[in-house]
């Protein structure tokens, strides 16, 4: 029987091997969140419960972007932990968004494609974002639209129109998501999408984009050619 002094001492042994493998670029996914674990659960031997966690949640966006009652379900997460992995979700989402300062948004479409899943890969509902643009392709600002069921959420176009013209923004993209499901744009989908490109049109404001995070996947309406222009 190995004793407590032997456990703790295997387990440190392991946790410096996580790390070197880390500062090396060796670590595989499953293993990140092992090491992020270690941290939050300094005490334990995280191994099963790192698995247990990205089987659920099948990656490190959809678990840091899962809200904290989905988090604390799972046996072993108490709220310390959850809180834990929320901070590093919003240290995430500010690294993106430093990342488009004073740079055209689609610069670097990796990065952009990133911080929707960042925002939106694990919710539980479904959510209604806008990117409202200035005349280069920068980020004004980044606005919750709605937040609304598994399956729905509320697009107030005039809304939209409004907040754009207050803004001065030039263009926008839209961007929400299809919790739990892999599917593409909805024919709701495709429909706001063309009553916002029609009525932004009018204001001379265009719907530069509109994107979908449906798993892991991002959809855009531009390059499904879902857009008039």
């Known amino acids: 029987m190995i004793k407590s002094d032997e456990l703790q001492s295997l387990q440190s042994g392991h946790r410096a091997r996580l790390r070197k493998k880390f500062l090396d670029g060796q ?5 990140i969140l092992e090491l992020l674990l270690t941290y939050a659960i ?8 790192s698995r247990q966690l990205f089987k659920k949640y099948g990656s490190i966006h959809k678990l840091l972007s899962a809200p904290m009652e989905s988090l604390m ?3 072993g997460i108490k709220e310390n932990t959850a809180t834990f992995f929320k901070v590093v979700h919003k240290l995430m989402e500010l690294e993106y968004k430093v990342a488009f300062d004073g740079a ?3 610069h670097n479409f990796e990065k952009l494609t990133n911080y929707c899943k960042i925002l939106l890969a694990g919710k539980t509902k479904e959510e209604f974002h806008v990117f409202y643009l200035d005349g280069q392709y920068r980020l ?3 606005e919750l639209h709605s937040t609304g069921t598994i399956d729905w959420a509320a697009v107030y176009v005039r809304e939209i129109a409004k907040k754009a013209l207050d803004l001065n923004a030039q263009s926008i993209v839209m961007l929400h998501n299809h919790p739990g499901s892999y599917n593409s744009f909805s024919s709701q989908d495709i429909l706001i999408t063309q009553e916002t490109e029609s009525a932004l049109e009018k204001l001379g404001i265009s719907l ?17 050619h879902l857009l008039d222009k």
């Not at 670590?27 to 293993?31: R, V």
């Open 208 to 224: 530069y984009d509109h994107l979908l995070v449906s798993g892991d996947i991002i959809y855009s309406a531009r390059n499904m």
């Open 42 to 49: 300094p005490r334990r031997d995280v191994r099963a419960l």
């Open 140 to 142: 004004i600002k980044d």
């Open 73 to 75: 379900e799972n046996d």
């Open 104 to 106: 055209p948004i689609f």
């Open 27 to 31: 670590l595989a996914e499953y293993e």
